[in-house]
T-cell receptor
Framework: QQQVKQSPQSLIVQKGGISIINCAYE??????FPWYQQFPGKGPALLIA?????SEKKEGRFTISFNKSAKQFSLHIMDSQPGDSATYFC???????????FGAGTQVVVTP | NAGVTQTPKFQVLKTGQSMTLQCAQD?????MSWYRQDPGMGLRLIHY???????DQGEVPNGYNVSRSTTEDFPLRLLSAAPSQTSVYFC???????????FGQGTRLTVV
């Protein structure tokens, strides 16, 4: 039973459009919520992360929105580019022990 | 700077065979972990370690063993391979705050 639920499973967006991926969690003890980006044949790499005391974090074209009361967080990719085509995983952890619960992943395809 | 190195990259095993997946990191990280990645299920934690000599089970530990005799190395042993263990395996190490996992390139394992 996955503790972090991610949707959609896949999405196709045109170049310049906005990609939105949503995640929900159950365990209120989670205190750190990263997003990872994975290209084919590679390991995941940290993209952006947020803690629950902040409602939004922006880094370049990537923004995390966090709703603590709803136990939901989402990744927005603004001005999507073909180079953003990848699989995105949300994750959650607690206590800083370096182990994470991952969502099922979203495959994003950005068309030219 | 190699980061996290996994060997082999590909492996085919027969049911019942045993093997060891190697993982080494050169970042002097205390936290290391093993995940398996299956379609539609994201990454699931198999075993993790918070330092040399200390290991613990993750979400899906059955059929796998680990040991951590040095800070650098964290091998994963498959005791008696089963087709259900066909997967892509990722080793990761995490920084001191446990907030970022650095992943290796993965090992694609097929059990026939």
């Amino acid at each position: 039973q996955q503790q972090v639920k991610q949707s959609p499973q896949s999405l196709i967006v045109q170049k310049g459009g906005i990609s939105i991926i949503n995640c929900a969690y159950e365990n209120t003890a989670f205190d750190y919520f990263p997003w990872y980006q994975q290209f084919p044949g590679k390991g995941p790499a940290l993209l952006i992360a947020i803690r629950p005391d902040v409602s939004e974090k922006k880094e370049g074209r990537f923004t995390i929105s966090f709703n603590k009361s709803a136990k939901q967080f989402s990744l927005h990719i603004m001005d999507s580019q073909p180079g953003d085509s990848a699989t995105y995983f949300c994750a959650a952890s607690r206590g800083g022990w370096g182990k994470f619960q991952f969502g099922a992943g979203t495959q994003v395809v950005v068309t030219p | 700077n190699a980061g996290v190195t996994q060997t082999p990259k590909f492996q085919v095993l027969k049911t019942g065979q045993s093997m060891t997946l190697q993982c080494a990191q050169d970042m002097n990280h205390e936290y290391m972990s093993w995940y398996r990645q299956d379609p539609g299920m994201g990454l699931r934690l198999i075993h993790y370690s918070v330092g040399a000599g200390i290991t613990d089970q993750g979400e899906v530990p059955n059929g796998y063993n680990v040991s951590r005799s040095t800070t650098e190395d964290f091998p994963l042993r498959l005791l008696s391979a089963a087709p259900s263990q066909t997967s892509v395996y990722f080793c990761a190490s995490s920084n001191d705050r446990g907030t970022e996992a650095f992943f290796g390139q993965g090992t694609r394992l097929t059990v026939v």
